[in-house]
């Protein structure tokens, strides 16, 4: 066995663990109200159980950042599979560390189905091993990109604990402004969960429809062809003025409108409606399940837990996350971008959203240390800021392409 | 009124939130637990909110507010989102950007919206007069707010108050009263406590009736620190603008050519460019290429000279040489302020033609070797003796003129066309030939003089990118002050806990900036080993 | 601190940030600074001449200068050529000079074209563009009058015909 299958395997042990760890963190949560318990002993119990599980995933995830850095011969953060599960690595960690701090079992409830979504998320990607192309043959690679994913992880704990303090404070009793957002952003989260499940099943199954388009582009080897689009999940959306050449298992129903220009817009806007259908099918198969609204039916688990805590939580991880995200995503980013390109500063999309990542965050302390927006304010702010990373980790990278962009979906 | 009096008899500046002797808030009711007083400066005066009488003061205190800062923040994270909705114009493929090529280029690619981009200038948004303001107001507002801050903060935490006021220790978020135990004294208690807090590394200040702990002072500082790192970071920025602080120029440079560095005294050699790509073997997995290649590096090997003759342009250089060595992607080469860094390529371009020339009328008899070098050919060639070429025309890139003669498209050689004649010893003309596309015409018919073509010079043409940022330091150490801001604000806490007895009983109070976890923690820590009886009470759960 | 002392600081805080301002809005809008402008002086120079010797700029101190900026690949700047031909010709004893700067082409390229137009003022020789992004010349023919005492009077980008350069040239004769 290579190195890097073992590498590999590693991380699907993580990945399995991970799973195990979310169930038993809920079974923790939600089954503290079961009859015949003691609720605090229950939580206790299996609570200690999911974070040795976590801990034990944590450490595999360890021989997997390992054993593919002495495979690869670099740090596993040069391209998207192995960024996302990089990041994913440093949401674990972050939550191991708030643990030890503060022991609060329900943080993990939350925190390690996140850390499922992003692990998840990765295997979307080409996971080979492809070695470094010039630009990113510097030691910046990894103290740059791993500080910048450090930062984030932390971040991410924030918005965890920010969530968890929505879902667990805003009266569920009748419909606001509030539920509805939270509902949204639960909806949201299924959406990522929905793109997930979508990309992963149909990479298994054995259908491609293939597009070809009028515009032509040079091969690898240097012949001109006209350019051909593979979806690989169901086209529901046609790119305009194309070619079916390779049917798929269904049909299109529409075709993008005209001014979505370039190769892959279509195609993205197909994934996209998957992913929202996909999300809100989900969503709607929940809430006839439980016959509420989601952030009612999980509320009752949270019980008896200390708002001010989870606040405190939210915003310690926060200002913690902040001085790091700024040295990695910012400061050492400058460096390297000044060793490399040779300015400090280029405008580039990745960078201005590193930018407004931090300078968000920047205003969410004003607002919590001058303007007192502690509690339900301040978590709305933590969960926006998470939004805003994931745009800045994914949505810069594979629609808004830049000096940055890596090999993706 | 200038000054307001407390009722313990101290009087304090306008603004005072807390009375400056003995602690008790002022003008304020105090049954309200909610609008008990901000404890940053505990109460003292904030200088802008004393004064709003002139225009200046208004100013000033415009700029002074966090809600002001929080509002240009927001605008500056809003308008950077709108400026990555499309490519800004240095990132857009457009080769020579003339003004119509660039709205044409918005326009065709991503519609009216690339149009509405275009018009409203957000092409060139990050260097716009409105961008670079709301950057200096953030400045403006950096500034204000942190020096209208330290000196309130400074006398706050100069004189850290032993004896408060009962209604400040109950106003306090953690707070907690019993009555003093029978069996011990005041300075028991006292003493207890204070040993209790110093093994958990706070400080002390005592006196026969209170007991003030702090630890973590230092980390107030931190914001003001921090703010002094990004204030020295935008004067960073702003010196670039000054002449001579920034360069950014692009030179192309042929392998063996040696060309000026514009706006610099410099020249700089390229003795040869090289690409190398990954060998299969050298990959860990079998990848799918599709017939593509990774490559794994891009090197010029060059020499960087210095111009002593750089006083006039265009005069002839006078040379020497003050750096040499590869330049690698993310390996510049450095001397002095100056960085080149490789940033480009175009490879196997034509270099320079070669022919053999032959005696058709002498068994095709090879007389000699003519190379016609693209970019700077000779006049007259010596081929043998008593033979040479001579160039009468060279079009580098050739195409026929509306009015049927020869003319060049470009002065780049992209399709070399020269006529030629050749020359015995007395410049007796011999022969007119022409060479074109591949293929040599003569103007005889039956020729004596003919050219073989040989194998052309192929060049590699290396893109450096010259820069200087003298600016670089000082921006750099911005951020690293900045970094020590946050983390001393971040990483610690400011504690402080207050015993007092008053009136038979053990007052207990505590405050922090941050983590109200850690900070009860140690409270609770220092009731159990005093042996006090008394619960701490959460004024937000109330 | 008193009042009057306040109000000094304040405004010199504010003054200075001022300063601050201005200096950076003037450099989002004055993106190069170094930019040859009707009105600076126009920077001096030497280059090879074809067929001839170096000529710098600063041998012309007390001409009228029309500095004309071509290529053989150009058609608007080979259609302009008779015309300054001419110009030359009429006032080359009034103190008028006209030096066409060929950008980046070989000798043996420009030579048989200025035979071919019948042009014998100064033809010097960018070999390597120096001059060329020194003035900064974007699209061309891109003209310069610089009068005796060197300073640009005007620049012209795009074709002239004779009475376009008559009137220009006017300004700058001694």
Redesign the interface.
């Known amino acids: 066995m290579?190195l890097?299958q073992i590498s590999d395997l590693l991380l699907d042990i993580a990945f399995f663990l991970y799973v195990l760890s979310s169930v038993v963190f809920i079974v923790a949560m939600t089954g503290k109200n079961w009859a015949g318990r003691d609720p605090k002993q229950h939580e206790m119990r299996f609570g200690r159980i999911a974070y040795w599980m976590a801990v034990v995933g944590f450490i595999a995830q360890t021989g997997y950042v390992i054993t593919r850095w002495v495979?690869?011969?670099h740090s596993p953060t040069s391209n998207m599979f192995e960024f996302m599960a990089f990041f994913d690595y440093c949401i674990i960690l972050a939550y191991l560390i708030i643990y030890r701090i503060?022991k609060m079992t329900v943080i993990g409830a939350f925190v390690l189905p996140l850390g499922v979504i992003m692990l998840a998320y990765s295997y979307v990607f080409p996971k080979?091993?492809?070695?470094l192309?010039?630009?990113l043959?510097?030691y910046w690679l990894h103290i740059h990109v791993t500080t910048a994913a450090l930062g984030e992880g932390i971040l991410a704990v924030g918005f965890a604990a920010g969530l968890m303090y929505l879902i667990l404070t805003i009266p569920q009793k009748v419909a606001t402004k509030s539920t509805r957002w939270l509902e949204v952003v639960l909806a949201v989260v299924l959406m990522l969960v929905g793109f997930i499940l979508m990309e992963s099943t149909f990479a298994r199954m054995d259908q491609r429809t293939v597009f070809e388009l009028t515009e032509q582009t040079t091969?690898?080897?240097g012949q001109v062809a006209p350019t051909k689009v593979e979806y690989t999940m169901p086209a529901i959306v046609a790119p305009a003025n194309a070619k079916l050449i390779q049917e798929g298992p269904m049909s299109p129903w529409f075709t993008a409108p005209?001014?979505m220009?370039g190769k892959d817009a279509a195609r993205k806007l197909n994934t996209m409606i998957w992913s929202v259908l996909s999300g809100l099918v989900l969503y709607g198969g929940l809430r006839l399940i439980f016959r509420k609204r989601l952030a009612a039916a999980i509320q009752p688990s949270l019980e008896g837990i200390d708002p001010?805590?989870v606040d405190?939580i939210s915003?310690?991880a926060i200002?913690?996350g902040?001085?790091v995200f700024?040295?990695g995503a910012?400061?050492f980013a400058?460096?390297w971008a000044?060793?490399?390109?040779?300015?400090?500063w280029?405008?580039?999309?990745k960078e201005?959203?590193a930018?407004?990542v931090w300078?968000?965050y920047?205003?969410y302390l004003?607002?919590r240390?001058?303007?007192g927006w502690i509690g339900a304010k301040s978590a709305w702010m933590s969960v926006i800021g998470f939004v805003i990373i994931l745009i800045t980790l994914v949505v810069?990278n594979l629609v808004?392409a830049?000096l940055h962009s890596y090999a993706g979906v | 009124m200038d000054q307001r009096k407390c009722e313990c008899g101290h009087t304090n500046p306008v603004g005072t939130l807390l009375c400056e002797s003995c602690g008790k808030p002022l003008e304020l009711d105090l049954t309200d637990k909610a609008a008990f007083p901000d404890m940053r400066y505990e109460g003292m005066a904030r200088r802008s909110q004393t004064y709003t009488t002139t225009i200046v003061d208004r100013i000033w205190n415009t700029f002074s507010s966090?809600?002001v800062?929080?509002w240009i923040?927001?605008v500056?994270?809003v308008a950077?989102?709108v400026?990555?909705?499309f490519?800004?114009q240095?990132?857009i493929p457009v080769p020579v950007p003339t003004e119509l090529d660039v709205e044409r280029f918005y326009t065709d690619?991503?519609?009216?919206?690339g149009t509405i981009f275009y018009q409203l200038g957000f092409h060139n948004m990050?260097s716009s007069w409105w961008f670079v303001l709301l950057l200096v107001l953030l400045g403006a507002s950096l500034i204000i707010c942190s020096l209208d801050r330290v000196i309130p903060l400074y006398k706050a935490l100069n004189k850290p108050r032993l004896n408060q006021h009962k209604s400040f220790l109950k106003g306090q978020k953690l707070y907690a009263e019993t009555k003093q135990p029978m069996d011990r004294s005041a300075e028991e208690i006292l003493a207890q406590s204070a040993e209790a807090l110093k093994k958990k590394g706070y400080y002390l200040f005592q006196t026969d009736r209170a007991l003030l702990a702090e630890k973590g002072r230092f980390s107030r500082w931190g914001p003001y620190v921090n703010h002094i790192g990004l204030i020295l970071f935008l004067i960073g920025v702003l010196m670039r603008s000054l002449p001579g602080f920034h360069l950014?120029e692009y030179v192309w440079v042929r392998e063996g050519e040696t060309v000026p560095i514009p706006e610099t005294p410099y020249y700089v050699k390229n003795l040869g460019f090289k690409v190398e790509y990954?060998s299969e073997d050298?990959?860990?997995?079998k990848?799918d290429?599709?017939?593509?290649?990774?490559?794994?590096?891009?090197q010029t090997d060059a020499i960087l000279y210095l111009n002593r003759n750089a006083d006039t342009p265009g005069a002839k250089p006078d040379l020497v040489e003050v750096q040499s060595g590869p330049i690698?992607?993310?390996?510049?080469m450095k001397y002095e302020d100056i960085?080149l860094?490789q940033?480009g390529y175009q490879e196997m371009k034509l270099g320079a033609l070669n022919f053999t020339l032959i005696d058709l009328k002498n068994g095709d008899k090879e007389v000699g070797p003519i190379k016609l070098d693209l970019y700077n050919p000779q006049e007259e060639i010596q081929v043998a003796d008593g033979m040479k070429v001579r160039i009468l025309d060279y079009f580098p890139d050739f195409a026929m003129g509306k009015d049927g003669k020869p003319i060049t498209q470009t002065n780049l050689p992209k399709n070399p066309m020269f006529a030629l004649e050749v020359l015995d010893e007395r410049d007796a003309i011999n022969e007119k030939l022409v060479y074109l596309q591949g293929s040599i015409l003569t103007q005889k018919d039956n020729p004596r003089y003919g050219l073989k073509i040989e194998m052309p010079d192929l060049v590699d043409i290396s893109g450096l990118?010259v820069?200087t940022?003298k600016a670089?330091p000082l921006?750099?150490f911005g951020?690293?002050v900045?970094?020590i801001g946050?983390?001393m604000g971040?990483?610690w806490q400011h504690r402080r806990i207050w015993v007092q007895l008053q009136e038979g009983n053990v007052l207990i109070a505590g405050h922090t900036?941050?983590?109200?976890?850690g900070l009860r923690k140690e409270v609770q820590g220092m009731v159990e080993q005093t042996n006090l009886s008394v619960t701490l009470e959460?004024k937000?759960?109330a | 601190m008193n009042k009057k002392n306040r109000i000094y600081v304040r405004v010199a805080i504010l003054g200075l940030l001022l300063v601050a301002l201005v200096f950076a809005l003037y450099s989002s809008f004055v993106k190069d600074p170094n930019a040859v402008k009707v009105g600076s002086t126009a920077p001096n120079f030497s280059l090879e001449q074809l067929n001839g010797p170096e000529m710098s700029l600063s041998d012309l101190k007390g001409k009228g200068v029309v500095l004309n900026f071509w290529g053989t690949w150009c058609e608007p700047c080979k259609a302009e050529m008779p015309a300054l031909q001419q110009k030359y010709e009429a006032l080359k004893d009034k103190g008028l000079v006209v030096v066409g700067v060929n950008i980046g082409e070989a000798p043996v390229t420009v030579e048989p074209f200025v035979k071919q137009m019948g042009v014998n003022f100064p033809i010097l020789l960018d070999r390597n563009s120096q001059i060329t992004k020194l003035y900064r010349i974007g699209p061309i023919p891109t003209t310069f009058f610089v009068s005796p005492d060197g300073k640009v009077e005007e620049i012209f980008i795009g074709q002239m015909n004779e009475a376009m350069i008559e009137s220009k040239v006017a300004k700058i004769l001694p």
């Open positions: 290579q890097y495979a690869g011969g503060y080979e091993i492809t070695p192309i010039p630009s043959q510097s091969t690898p080897t005209e001014w220009e001010e805590l405190e915003y310690r200002s913690i902040y001085p700024t040295l910012l400061i400058m460096i000044h060793e490399a390109w040779g300015r400090f280029g405008w580039d999309p201005v959203w930018l407004i300078l968000f920047s205003a004003h607002l240390l001058s303007r810069v808004i830049g | 966090v809600k800062a929080i923040i927001v500056i994270l950077s989102g400026g990555t909705i490519p800004q240095q990132y690619t991503y519609g009216i919206l990050y950014d990954y050298e990959m860990v997995q990848l290429l599709k017939g593509g290649v990774i490559a794994k590096s891009y690698i992607v993310n390996h510049p960085y860094y940033s990118n820069r940022d670089l921006i750099f951020s690293f900045f970094m946050v983390s971040f990483f900036n941050k983590n109200w976890f959460d937000t759960k």
